[in-house]
């Protein structure tokens, strides 16, 4: 495993709609173990493969209960609503006021291309949703209402 470089913004590659992945083998566990890692060592809750120059439809979360990799992720199923703060590992020192759904549930493959289904509620929702919009080139920014230094509240 292997710390990667995360890319900011304004670099191109977050802003590129990423490829479904096809090929679940040794590559593909080396990216997500190297995800994980690099999203533990910039202490984020999140981390999608473009935020490390990949454009595969990957994702790697942990909100405090355990890792969790999706792979294709799509939501199926949202409910509620939420409001609140978000940030990006992308955009360090930046937040912003996002309005998201409170409940998810998402489809996805894990690393051996197996369907899974992950359900979460509140920041697991938050996150979820976060980073399946990095796959799809889309930024907490876009959808903030109000953008603020980490440092206001």
């Not at 995360?6 to 191109?12: D, L």
């Not at 802003?15 to 990216?31: G, I, P």
């Not at 990006?88 to 006021?97: E, M, N, R, V, Y």
């Not at 998402?106 to 990095?134: P, S």
């Amino acid at each position: 495993m292997s710390i990667r470089m995360i890319v900011k913004h304004p670099n191109p590659v977050l802003r590129e709609k990423c490829k479904e992945v096809t090929k679940f083998n040794a590559n593909l566990h080396k990216l997500l173990d190297d995800m994980a890692e690099t999203m533990y060592d910039a202490e984020g809750v999140g981390l999608a493969a473009p935020q490390v120059g990949i454009t595969k439809r990957v994702v790697v979360i942990d909100v405090g209960d355990g890792i969790i990799e999706m792979i294709n992720p799509e939501i199926i199923e949202a409910k509620e609503e939420q409001f609140g703060p978000e940030g990006c590992l992308s955009i360090p020192g930046l937040l912003g006021d996002v309005r998201r759904a409170r409940w998810v549930k998402a489809k996805a493959l894990d690393r051996n291309g197996n369907e899974i289904i992950v359900e979460g509620e509140d920041l697991l929702a938050r996150a979820i949703q976060h980073e399946i919009d990095h796959l799809n080139g889309v930024l907490f920014i876009d959808l903030a209402e109000r953008t603020y230094s980490g440092k206001e509240q």
